[in-house]
């Protein structure tokens, strides 16, 4: 079994900036992908950021330029630093690890942006 322990979430006001960290321990077997989801009320879960085991990266185009993603392999960790935060960032985001061929979702941070 695979746990994700999210964090970094929290509240934040429009233009600050917040950076979460995933670290995935328990039966771990040659991480592929790692990345972000996020979910806002009544709204379908969404990617956000993913990275490859060789370092592609991939952004949903409403957080380009703004959100990065990186992972520490020797940590099993994952991270998104969030600069210049929206309102319509609020959402409660979700890591996802590839590892043993299957995937793997943490339980959410809430992360909100007051106007």
């Known amino acids: 079994q695979v746990q994700l322990a999210e964090s970094g979430g929290g509240l934040v006001q429009a233009g600050g900036s917040l950076r979460l960290s995933c670290a995935a321990s328990g039966r771990i077997s040659n991480i592929n992908t790692m990345g972000w989801f996020r979910q806002a009320p009544g709204k379908q879960r969404e990617l956000v950021a993913t990275m490859s085991s060789g370092g592609a990266t991939d952004y949903a185009d409403s957080v380009k330029g703004r959100f990065t993603i990186s992972r520490d392999n020797t940590q099993n960790t994952v991270y998104l630093q969030m600069n210049s935060l929206k309102p319509e960032d609020t959402a409660v985001y979700y890591c996802?690890?590839?590892?043993?061929?299957?995937?793997?979702w943490g339980q959410g941070t809430q992360v909100t942006v007051s106007s």
């Open positions: 996802r690890v590839l590892t043993g061929g299957a995937w793997n």
